[in-house]
């Protein structure tokens, strides 16, 4: 289980989860963990974005921070899946 779930608050959650599905990242009623699926040959999408995040999650301290670190997590795995379908 990655860093995120494991310091990730409820309140925390449901401001990722509510913004990531304003963005259309998410689908309504998906839980936070669908922004972060990808198929075997995306792999490298989720690797690059827990290179880039997982130390700055530890390093938060309260649910926005936990929020915005979510947010900006799965914003980096949409953005390298796509990359990768282009």
């Given at each position: 289980m990655s860093i995120?779930?494991?310091k990730?608050?409820?309140a925390a959650r449901d401001i990722a989860e509510a913004k990531?599905?304003?963005?259309?990242?998410?689908?309504p009623d998906a839980p936070l963990e669908y922004a972060f699926e990808v198929l075997p040959s995306e792999r490298t999408a989720l690797e690059i974005a827990?290179?880039?995040?997982?130390s700055k999650i530890a390093a938060c301290k309260d649910d926005v921070c936990l929020a915005d670190m979510a947010i900006?997590?799965?914003?980096?795995?949409?953005k390298e899946v796509m990359a990768l379908q282009s």
């Open positions: 995120l779930f494991e990730l608050t409820p990531l599905r304003e963005e259309g990242i998410l689908a827990r290179d880039s995040f997982d900006a997590k799965a914003r980096r795995v949409h």
